[in-house]
């Protein structure tokens, strides 16, 4: 599995965009990248997952360069209830251990 | 459809117990997959099962832990005789019919809190 690297911790402000970008340079072909989010004292939940160019839910937008080494993570004007740690994984299928690293906590204040 | 479900929500136990936490999969979900979460630590893998088969249990330490996923029934991580280090959360994720599946999503319950003392 592609090792990840991502910030370890960010701050922002209610009503910002936060971009949170993560490196994967060993990305294999077959490899999608996901988010996820983990409050604290709950498990984590999938935010989104892309294999090129843009993917947007209702939660966030992932952005995908050509190369594929790095992805970034858009959470358009947070709110104080986006504070959590945001997982940043590479993968190429299902019924395969997710190997999480330490994440990104993200901290919004008012 | 109701989430993964875990039980019990906090357990604690005296050193040298025995521990048994459950976990019910999302309804037409067959994988399960066990992770531990030490305090300020990131989640890590533990060990993934389909019904009645062990298919990784690379992440288990190789003594005192087990777990089952019987054909009925939920899953089951055992861990004899507990020790202060085994004090973690403990997630359990599930996901459909894999692994042909091209999606790398894994739904999650709320964990098991336990405390050894």
């Known amino acids: 599995l592609a090792k990840t690297t991502q910030p370890i911790s960010m701050d922002s402000y209610e009503g910002q965009e936060v971009n949170i970008t993560c490196s994967h340079n060993?990305?294999?072909?077959?490899?999608?990248i996901t988010w996820y989010q983990q409050f604290p004292s709950q498990g984590p939940r999938f935010i989104i997952q892309?294999?090129?160019t843009k993917v947007t839910n209702e939660v966030a937008s992932l952005f995908i360069p050509a190369d594929r080494k790095s992805s970034t993570l858009s959470l358009p004007r947070v709110s104080l209830s986006d504070t959590a740690v945001y997982y940043c994984?590479?993968?190429?299928?299902?019924?395969?251990?997710?190997?999480f690293g330490k994440g990104t906590t993200l901290s919004v204040s008012s | 459809n109701a989430g993964v479900m875990q039980n019990p929500r906090h357990l604690v136990r005296r050193r040298g117990q025995e521990a048994r936490l459950r976990c019910s999969p999302m309804?037409?979900?067959?994988?399960v997959y066990w992770y531990r979460q030490l305090p300020e630590e990131g989640l890590k893998f533990m060990v993934y099962?389909?019904?009645?088969?062990?298919?990784?249990e690379s992440g288990m330490p190789k003594e005192r832990f087990s777990a089952e996923f019987p054909k009925e029934g939920p899953s089951i991580l055992r861990i004899q005789q507990v020790v202060r280090g085994d004090s973690a959360a403990y997630f359990c994720?599930?996901?459909?019919?894999?692994?042909?599946?091209?999606?790398?999503?894994?739904?999650f319950g709320p964990g098991t809190r336990l405390t050894v003392t």
């Open positions: 892309g294999y090129k």
């Open positions: 994720a599930s996901s459909p019919v894999g692994p042909d599946r091209p999606r790398y999503e894994q739904y």
């Open positions: 994984l590479v993968g190429d299928q299902a019924g395969t251990a997710l190997i």
């Open positions: 060993n990305i294999a072909t077959n490899d999608y």
């Open positions: 309804k037409g979900h067959s994988h």
């Open positions: 099962l389909q019904k009645e088969n062990i298919i990784d």
